[in-house]
């Protein structure tokens, strides 16, 4: 029965009933045959645009071009050289596809809102060329008199464009689900990420625009001879938006979103026109509702209606997990004095900032070698260099022997070194299974196949569920990857980085952001991985990273300034100047703001944020559920749990970012609950997100005054907070460490009138001199401001605040005073794993 099911929704079987449909509906409608055939055209043109913009995530308006290109060559060829419809749209394709190959090349360097203007401009001009050529194109009157051979009758050559539109639909799904056309959708959520995977995205995204304008050139062929003529009025850019407008309006993220988008574009055109000549208004109005109703178009909201939320590129099943558990190949890389990744001479500067200093460096294979540093010491920036996503301006980078210095990252990581991320990026709509076959698939030579099924690719499923196995995500495989907690995410993206099967991993600090039990959980990881990899680790907990490492390098404003094993670095006088700072001075002062005290002493509060029975979560799903918390004016709170549980989730409820479902939540006695974002920020809530989110193309001083309002602090009081910030006011945002980030985060959080700040992991990724500024700035701030923390490292929480609630599941399992949790070990073991 299921799989009867599976066949009725499969987009063939459907597209096959709707274009049966078509010519019955059409007069019953009031229409006609050719208007039907009309409609299978632009679903034809649309549903190849999509490979570009919902496959590729590629905005162009050059497909007009090229529909409007292989008109005038289906329609010359058919006058000039052979009457023939089927050798004409032929001709028409190949040279559609010749010309989308050279166009390609010129514009596919450039990205974005770049991308997008040289298509209109490559359109512009085609328009220009077709309409004043008049000796070839016949100028503003367009070719007239285009013969369709044999197929006079409009149904018979409406069953020959809908056998064609069919087949043609056939070949493109086929491609978006073979290996090439899963590469696209990797490129689509993260162009860098699949770079390190080993996949060249300038060359899959040059395949992407060759095939998609190929069968744009098809379309355009077929409307030529429905219309008997081809007319440059198709290359105007007043029609460039045309497959962009029925794509969104269809759903770009479902295979026959653009169908359905045809079929009301080309209807209500038809129906609209013959009414007024300003349709567009009536139109206009139509696709702004379904944009703000369903950014998914028509198709998401059909699907939302039916409970399945999905989108309809991405499979929904996986393949079997094998019945007996594959070994990894990977040969024991015991730890000897084979250097298997050495770096000499290295250097790199940005204008005046140095972030890599004659840098000679060994990595001895099978070990773990540790790079340890205080923030804008420049690790990750070595790290780029290793993995080719940054050229060095001098010195050489050899690997296995091999000199790499010039190879490309992809080439880089198909050669065996391979790197996770900081940051984690998954993939958004994507199985868990899909994010790690895609990195597998990488290194199989038919990972450029067009027509092979992708997973049905040999042994790459296997390879698969044991990188899944490797991390324990192999029970977590059909999960979308963003519903998973942020401490499964740091796996799944430690499974990316395996999946290749690599000789050497370049971790980049895989610990950040996480509670302590999965910190364990990923030390011990590394540690079973080790045993098979290389493993080259950037953190900055050192106690793990001293119980973990073979190894350890300190790097201190571009410069190595101790090398050796932990025993020999860990003491280094140099290294406890520049990385550990001062601890003890820079501790945050545990006493508490200028509360009211009780009867017992205790310090008490006005109540500044109330949250009663709130409800909230993300696609009809609960994630809070009877939450209940207080802030008070000038108290600091600490809100602790597990990764997963909701803290940011609340964090994202108290602002408006997230909808209320349920509840009540108060602000000085005042319901802010139907709030939008900036009426919450207005009344003086200010968030620092997780990640920070500065502006990276803004300078310092930029950052603050763009968050500036009168009642908020000025850029002199933000840079006596933190002075490290005066010294860079100038420099990009983009530019600055991680821990200068969160500093700048905090400042420009402060630049708005501000009774109440929301931290979100305020410490995440911060070495420990850096931890210990911003303890001290958010000391400062106690008792002029109410604070709600959110942090993984409940220590370090627990020393700078009042009282602490703990989170399990969407709502509160423990509320009491910070300092009485600190004692209480059956409670942090229990709810906590600390």
């Known amino acids: 029965m299921s799989r009867a099911l599976d066949f009725l929704k499969h987009p063939l079987f459907v597209l096959a009933i709707a274009l049966l449909a078509l010519p019955l509906l059409m007069p ?24 570009l913009l919902g496959y590729t995530g590629l905005v162009s308006f050059g497909a007009s071009l090229f529909f409007g290109f292989a008109s005038y060559v289906a329609g010359l060829f058919a006058i000039h050289v052979y009457d023939s419809a089927a050798l004409a749209l032929l001709a028409a394709t190949a040279a559609t596809a010749l010309l989308s190959v050279v166009i390609g090349l010129l514009i596919l360097r450039r990205r974005g809102i770049y991308f997008a203007l040289l298509t209109l401009a490559f359109t512009q001009l085609g328009y220009e060329i077709a309409f004043h050529w008049t000796g070839v194109t016949g100028g503003e009157n367009g070719l007239q008199g285009v013969s369709r051979g044999g197929l006079y009758d409009p149904l018979l050559y409406y069953a020959f464009t809908a056998l064609l539109v069919w087949l043609s639909a056939c070949v493109l799904l086929r491609i978006v689900h073979s290996p090439f056309g899963r590469v696209l959708q990797a490129i689509r959520d993260d162009e860098l990420r699949a770079r390190c995977m080993g996949y060249n995205p300038h060359r899959y995204k040059l395949g992407a625009f060759v095939l998609s304008s190929s069968f744009i050139g098809l379309a355009g062929g077929l409307l030529t001879f429905l219309i008997r003529g081809a007319y440059a009025e198709n290359m105007n850019w007043q029609h460039a938006g045309d497959p962009v407008l029925m794509t969104v309006l269809g759903g770009m993220h479902h295979f026959l979103g653009p169908l359905w988008g045809a079929i009301i574009y080309i209807n209500l055109q038809d129906q609209l026109s013959a009414v007024t000549e300003h ?23 059909f699907t939302r209606l039916f409970g399945h939320d999905r989108w309809g590129l991405t499979r929904s099943r996986v393949p079997a997990r094998p019945i007996t558990p594959i070994e990894r190949s990977s040969k024991p890389a015991h730890a000897n004095d084979d250097v298997v990744l050495s770096v000499s001479g290295l250097n790199k500067s940005f204008g005046r900032v140095v972030t890599a200093k004659d840098i000679d460096l060994d990595i001895r294979r099978g070990s773990i070698h540790s790079l340890l540093g205080p923030n804008g010491a420049g690790k990750t920036t070595f790290f780029n260099i290793l993995s080719g996503l940054l050229a060095p301006d001098s010195g050489r980078v050899h690997f296995n022997g091999r000199d790499i210095t010039r190879l490309s990252a992809n080439q880089r990581t198909l050669a065996g070194l391979a790197r996770s991320f900081q940051v984690v990026s998954v993939p958004e709509h994507a199985t868990v299974f899909e994010a790690v076959r895609v990195a597998a698939q990488a290194h199989h030579e038919g990972r450029h196949s067009l027509w092979s099924d992708a997973y049905a690719l040999p042994g790459i499923a296997e390879q698969t569920w044991q990188a899944l196995q490797a991390v324990g995500l192999d029970t977590r495989a059909e999960q979308i990857t ?47 991985l080790a045993q098979k990899h290389t493993v080259v680790l950037i953190e900055h907990d050192i106690d793990r990273v001293i119980a973990l490492s073979d190894y350890i390098s300190v790097l201190h404003l571009g410069q190595v300034i101790a090398s050796g094993t932990p025993d020999q670095v860990i003491d280094h006088p140099d290294v406890v100047a520049a990385y550990l700072g001062d601890r003890e001075s820079s501790a945050a002062d545990p006493a508490a703001g200028p509360g009211a005290t009780d009867d017992a002493g205790k310090r008490t509060y006005r109540p500044l944020l109330e949250l009663q029975g709130i409800a909230s979560g993300y696609g009809g799903s609960r994630i809070l559920d009877d939450l209940d918390l207080t802030v008070g004016e000038g108290e600091s709170v600490a809100l602790l749990g597990r990764n997963g549980v909701g803290k940011t989730t609340t964090l994202a409820t108290i602002m408006g970012t997230v909808p209320r479902m349920d509840g009540r939540i108060g ?44 009642g908020g ?18 420099a990009r945002g983009g530019n600055l460490s991680g821990g200068e980030q969160q500093m700048l985060a905090i400042a420009r959080a402060l630049m708005a009138p501000t009774r109440l700040i929301l931290l979100d992991e305020p410490f995440e990724g911060l070495a420990p001199a850096i931890v210990g500024e911003v303890m001290h700035a958010i000391a400062q701030l106690r008792g002029e401001v109410g604070i709600l923390l959110v942090e993984q490292r409940v220590e370090l929480a627990l020393q700078m605040t009042d009282r602490a609630y703990i ?16 004692q209480d070990e059956a409670t942090l073991v229990k709810l906590l794993g600390v």
């Open 482 to 528: 963003t519903n998973l907690p942020h401490g499964e995410q740091r796996l799944l993206d430690i499974a990316v980085t395996l999946a290749g099967n690599p000789d050497t991993l370049l971790l980049d600090e895989p610990l950040a952001g996480l509670a302590d039990a999965e910190r364990e959980r990923i030390s011990q990881l590394i540690k079973r």
């Open 279 to 301: 349709w567009w208004l009536i139109f206009g109005a139509l696709l702004m509702a379904v944009v703000l109703l369903s950014p998914e178009g028509l198709s998401g909201m």
């Open 713 to 730: 602090w000025s850029r002199n009081a933000a840079f006596e907070l933190f002075p490290k910030l005066k010294q860079l006011e100038h």
């Open 28 to 51: 019953w409608l009031g229409s006609t045959i050719s208007l039907a055939t009309q409609v299978s055209i632009y679903a034809l043109y649309a549903i190849a645009f999509n490979v």
């Open 667 to 710: 602000f000085d006695d005042r319901d802010i609950s139907t709030l939008s974002t900036h009426q919450v920020n207005r009344l003086g809530v200010s968030l620092v997100p997780q990640g920070r989110r500065i502006f990276p193309n803004l300078t310092v001083t930029d950052n603050l005054q763009v968050a500036a309002r009168p």
């Open 807 to 822: 989170m399990v599941n969407g709502h509160i399992a423990y509320e009491g005073s910070a300092r009485d949790l600190r």
